[in-house]
């Protein structure tokens, strides 16, 4: 069975803080490994790493996928109150373009 | 504009009551999806459909059913076995083969 554990489980910073969010997996046959923030309703997507793309940046966010470890890591450089959210990992395997997904971690940005 | 819709954004159902959430896409995407997400938690697979007029179980399909007799629209109904139902239910769809699933705005529901 596909396994995602994301941590921490939450966490609180100040606007201008760094943070690293980590997700680890277990998948039989991994495709892809997918963040999502999630404000208030639905889960917007943020990046898609693969075995050809392990690295992703736009703007103050960053992921690497490390396949070896089985893991990921999202960063947050320089954090802003609208970067409060829980934020989602999912991984996806070739069996049938399913999404197994993590618990999430909700960050608090305080001013 | 293309996108996933879902109705009602709140739902009140009494104990009891089967209710049918709605759920359309009109992004010609072939896979279709209902998860259930319950207070600070991540999201769990209820059933999910990649063709017309087929769809399978998730991880917690019990007390739910779904049908797809069109591409666009994956209605889930709540029945009364659905022991408890009071959660925020997320429909999403992927044009196969994988990529990043599209989310629904999210249906909120209420047992009373």
């Known amino acids: 069975e596909d396994k995602v554990v994301q941590s921490p489980l939450s966490l609180v910073v100040h606007e201008g803080d760094t943070v690293t969010l980590n997700c680890s997996y277990e998948?039989?046959?991994?495709?892809?490994l997918l963040w999502y923030k999630q404000e208030k309703k639905a889960p917007t997507f943020l990046f898609m790493l693969?075995?050809?793309?392990i690295e992703k940046k736009s703007g103050r966010l960053s992921s690497i996928l490390d396949k070896k470890e089985l893991s990921s890591i999202l960063n947050i450089t320089a954090t802003q109150t609208g970067d409060s959210a829980i934020y989602l990992c999912?991984?996806?395997?070739?069996?049938?373009?399913?999404?197994?997904f993590g618990g999430g971690t909700r960050l608090m940005v305080k001013p | 504009d293309g996108g996933i819709t879902q109705s009602p954004k709140y739902l009140f159902r009494k104990e009891g009551q089967n209710v049918t959430l709605s759920c359309e896409q009109n992004?010609?995407?072939?896979?279709m999806y209902w998860y259930r997400q319950d207070p600070g938690q991540g999201l769990r697979l209820i059933y999910y459909?990649?063709?017309?007029?087929?769809?399978q179980k998730g991880d917690i399909a019990e007390g739910y059913s779904v049908s797809r007799e069109k591409k666009e629209s994956f209605p889930l109904t709540v029945t009364s076995a659905q022991k408890n139902p009071t959660a925020f239910y997320l429909c999403?769809?992927?044009?196969?083969?994988?990529?990043?699933?599209?989310f629904g705005p999210g249906t909120r529901l209420t047992v009373l």
């Open positions: 998948v039989t046959n991994f495709r892809s």
């Open positions: 459909s990649q063709i017309v007029n087929d769809f």
């Open positions: 992004l010609n995407h072939d896979a």
């Open positions: 999912a991984v996806e395997d070739n069996a049938g373009n399913m999404l197994t």
């Open positions: 999403a769809s992927l044009r196969v083969p994988g990529g990043e699933q599209f």
């Open positions: 693969t075995s050809s793309g």
